[in-house]
């Protein structure tokens, strides 16, 4: 699949089938973010493959409700969870990234007033995954709303390291619709900040 049309066809897939996906189409995936650019090369990016299906329901567990005006309801990404193959968890080694250079690594002093850059550069990596998924034919979606906390336990995530997201990858069981996008012209400017 060439990339421009990767990008503008990707969408979050929230019913899959409960179909197998071949090892070699995890290793590409991981090996698309592995690839991904980060402050000075720092990679603190680790991925975490959940194939076990009692672990991918203790992930689902930390979900957290969607509340509607009148109600709360379950996240839609709570049943992909435990229907998907594989669930890859992104996590990052925070006071790595966005530090000033030194003798044999960071200085300690962030050099931008955004502090810590783990979560820009997870990002990236997660970006660089879940568009290669789709190239693969997959389908991902990349879960936000959940309790980290509960997460880092379940899989043992050590001190030093955040989870920072992580999306279902299996085939699509479902015709993801592309939804309108903003003109260029509502969203760039020239030179300065216009209205």
């Known amino acids: 699949m060439e990339l421009f049309e990767a990008i503008k066809n990707r969408r979050s897939i929230r019913r899959y089938k409960s179909d197998a996906v071949d090892d070699k ?39 957290m409700k969607i509340k509607l005006p009148d ?3 379950d996240n839609p990404a709570t ?69 980290a906390k509960k997460v880092e336990q379940a899989l043992g995530v050590p001190k030093g390291y955040r989870v920072v997201t992580f999306f279902p990858v299996g085939v699509p069981d479902q015709e993801a619709k592309v939804p309108p996008r903003k003109e260029l012209a509502e969203i760039v400017t020239k030179d300065e900040w216009r209205k």
Request: aromatic share 8%; charged share 20%; glycine share 10%.
């Open 25 to 63: 189409k995890i290793e590409a995936i991981l090996e698309a973010g592995r690839w991904a650019p980060s402050w000075s090369n720092t990679q603190c990016w680790r991925f975490i493959v959940v194939r076990d299906p009692a672990i991918r329901a203790k992930v689902a567990e930390s979900l």
């Open 71 to 73: 109600r709360e309801i």
């Open 79 to 147: 049943k992909a969870l435990n229907t998907v193959p594989v669930l890859i968890v992104v996590c990052a080694e925070t006071g790595k990234s966005g530090l000033k250079p030194g003798p044999g690594g960071g200085t300690g002093e962030y050099v931008t007033d955004k502090g810590d850059w783990f979560m820009f550069d997870a990002a990236l990596a997660v970006q660089n995954m879940v568009l290669a998924a789709h190239a693969l034919g997959l389908g991902t979606v990349i879960i936000g709303a959940f309790d």
